[in-house]
């Protein structure tokens, strides 16, 4: 009794005996070793710790080496502070800024629905539907906004779908008194005779269950499906997710030689057809476990709807108008989303030169992707919500609302609006990564972890990724996917260089991986959202998602050794990532 009132007193305090212990427990590490690199191995593992267990905020944590680095004596302060603003945290921020403003004027709910009313509402059908528009919508606002934004739909379809389904049933003892015939009833025998057939009063609880046990099914299917495609979308663009960006930042500090070769354009040009091969293969498993693969039934033309999908069709079109006519602050909003991605993708391609090269006469590095998500991003607090009265093309259809007669028009976007919707953590989170990786080199502690793994050069490459993928998928159900690719980047990093393997060979499938959370409600805010809805079990998830993790991993390994290869030169080891010499 005492032993079990102690546990549950040492559970209640774990926090608190994490916080205050850590520290303490790893103090050896500098003070018997008392070089540089045991300095800077103890401010790693006590923030692997911290953003393992989350004792502390994500982004509190990884302010700690803007006090522990130079109390160690591994760089100076001002140097570890530039750490936290560099140009991958400005990339960030002025694409969440567009994102925000995407929101804002609920411009991803209007595409998302129109393209559900375009796809149709048999049950795949709509699977893929949901699978795709969020997908899509991830790639360029945050997953969990993603998430947040269409498990609502979701729910509302659902919901109507098994209303009309309980009708149904509802309705059938109406039928059988307007149209059954009594026969001589038997000793031992009752039948009902419905529309000439025998019909068995026996079967009806058998087929309500079951009946039930499928709309139970399709609500798991349904759900699960959109928190998948928010983790998968976010990896086919830069500013998608954060361990993207990670990657580019370690890049550009560890490697600072190298020529810009992850940009909007080649990370784009690799990850989006990996990202279509994770959601068709994830959307025909879904279907296999939770819906059964009818092709006939899914893809046949002609086929008469049923009251079911025409109920969910209305349920969809009814959000739809309920967005009322397209207004001129979302056209304009759209208008400079398009005008950020077609920059992004013509600043730098790759195979030509790009606008920045051509009209600026200069080196690309002048002008990166970061100085376009700004532009665009000052443009929304520039451009007005409503037209100007002088033009004369203004009509009431682009503003519903009448125009005050008084005060400024409000612009697209403001800084108030952004204050409340931009997720500050993260860049402060993306910050500590760049101010970690920057004291391991210089602390030498990445040179050494990558002398410690020399002896894999006897191992081929794509068997490492393999291992590395399934290592970093494991590890990010438990932490923040920013977390995972800020601990692990710079160490692959290392051990690339003392195996003589393109950075990018082990960096890139790290990356991926980080963002396949699939397993558990607490491994990503998209999971949690779906499992607060009810419909799932941990035993659900956790089964689904091990053969999600598969399918990445597959997926991530055909990608790195077919089209990566040519798009990243992986085939050589780059005078670039030889540092050691400099």
């Avoid at 006519?325 to 993708?345: D, K, R």
């Amino acid at each position: 009794m005492m032993a079990s009132r102690a546990l549950k007193l040492v559970w209640k305090m774990k926090n608190t005996l994490i916080l205050f212990c850590t520290p303490f427990l790893l103090l050896p590490l500098p003070l018997v070793i008392g070089s540089k690199e045991a300095g800077c191995a103890y401010v790693v593992v006590l923030m692997a710790v911290y953003w393992c267990t989350e004792v502390l905020p994500l982004a509190v944590t990884a302010l700690l080496p803007a006090v522990l680095f130079p109390l160690f004596r591994i760089m100076e302060s001002k140097d570890v502070c530039m750490q936290y603003l560099k140009d991958t945290n400005m990339l960030f921020l002025g694409g969440l800024m567009v994102a925000v403003a995407v929101e804002h004027w609920n411009l991803h709910k209007r595409i998302a629905l129109r393209v559900l009313l375009l796809v149709g509402v048999r049950p795949a059908l709509l699977m893929l539907g949901f699978m795709g528009v969020t997908a899509f919508l991830s790639m360029w606002i945050s997953n969990t906004a993603t998430t947040a934004m269409m498990v609502p739909i979701v729910q509302a379809v659902l919901e109507q779908l098994n209303n009309t389904a309980q009708q149904e049933q509802s309705s059938i003892p109406e039928t059988e008194e307007k149209s059954t015939e009594k026969q001589p009833e038997s000793p031992g025998e009752e039948k009902v005779v419905l529309n000439g057939d025998n019909f068995s009063m026996e079967s009806d609880p058998e087929e309500h269950s079951r009946e039930a046990e499928e709309r139970l099914k399709m609500s798991k299917g349904l759900t699960l499906c959109v928190c998948y495609a928010a983790s998968i979308g976010g990896t086919a663009t830069l500013t998608g997710t954060g361990p993207n960006l990670v990657l580019m930042g370690q890049m550009s500090q560890l490697f600072p030689d190298n020529p810009d070769i992850i940009n909007f354009a080649s990370w784009f040009g690799f990850a989006f057809p990996n990202m279509i091969i994770m959601l068709t293969l994830a959307w025909l498993w879904l279907q296999i476990v939770f819906l059964g693969i009818n092709f006939k039934k899914t893809w046949g033309c002609g086929t008469v709807k049923t009251e079911k999908e025409i109920a969910a069709y209305n349920v969809i079109k009814e959000e739809h108008r309920s967005l009322g006519p397209m207004t001129f602050g979302e056209l304009s909003v759209l208008a400079l989303f398009i005008l950020l991605v077609v920059l992004w993708f013509t600043r730098d391609p790759g195979f030509v030169d790009g606008w920045a090269t051509r009209f600026f006469n200069a080196d690309k590095e002048f002008v990166t992707d970061a100085t376009v998500a700004v532009f665009v991003a000052a443009l929304l607090f520039v451009f007005p919500s409503k037209p100007p009265r002088l033009c004369f093309w203004r009509t009431e259809s682009f503003d519903t609302v009448p125009q005050q007669e008084s005060g400024p028009t409000p612009a697209l976007l403001t800084w108030k609006v952004t204050q409340k919707k931009m997720p500050w953590s993260i860049i402060l989170l993306l910050g500590g990564g760049f101010a970690l990786a920057k004291g391991s080199e210089i602390s030498g502690l990445s040179k050494w972890l990558g002398d410690q793994m020399s002896p894999l050069q006897s191992i081929p490459p794509w068997a490492i990724a393999i291992v590395i993928c399934l290592m970093i998928a494991t590890f990010t159900e438990c932490t923040s996917n920013v977390a995972t690719a800020t601990l692990f980047l710079p160490i692959l990093a290392s051990m690339s260089q003392s195996i003589g393997v393109n950075p990018l060979y082990v960096m890139v499938p790290c990356t991926l991986s980080a963002s396949f959370a699939f397993m558990l409600p607490v491994a990503t805010p998209p999971n949690a959202i779906v499992f607060s809805y009810g419909y799932l079990k941990v035993s659900d998830m956790a089964k689904t998602g091990i053969v999600m993790n598969i399918i990445g991993i597959l997926s991530i390994t055909l990608a790195i050794n077919s089209w990566g290869r040519a798009i990243f030169s992986l085939d050589t080891f780059p005078s670039w990532a030889n540092t050691t010499d400099v």
